[in-house]
């Protein structure tokens, strides 16, 4: 079972940013599976790493793109990501059972729809202006 579903409400109008959201969304929910059977630690290390790797890529593909088109609220959102990263750094580095799980996927799971839901769709009509889509 699935732990975040994409639905059209997450859309930012972004075709590209809509994508790697929908990804994001499914390497969580990958990730989530394999907490729920107790798979191997090396093997959701591996898992963790990729959702990680892959959410860092798609930060910075916004932030790529509110510096090219001088968004506004560039220094703020890209804030949040600082924020996001940080916290992630933080359950990593314990170095313990710990970050492999529920607590990260509580954090996972509810940062990326707030942000989705709220940051992100700050940036959608400045970006629909400037011919994103």
Known sequence: MALISWNNDYSVGVKTFDD???KVFSLINSLYEQIQK???KKNLKKN???LLSYGNLHLKAE???FARYDFPGKDAHTET???????VKSFVDRQDQTFLSYEIMDFLEDWWLH???GADKGYAEFFREKGLK
Do not use: F
Request: aromatic residues 4%.
């Open 115 to 117: 942000h989705i839901t």
């Open 38 to 40: 107790n798979e191997d």
């Open 48 to 50: 963790l790493d990729e």
């Open 81 to 87: 990501h600082q924020l996001y990263r940080d916290k």
């Open 63 to 65: 932030e790529d793109a």
């Open 20 to 22: 790697q959201h929908k």
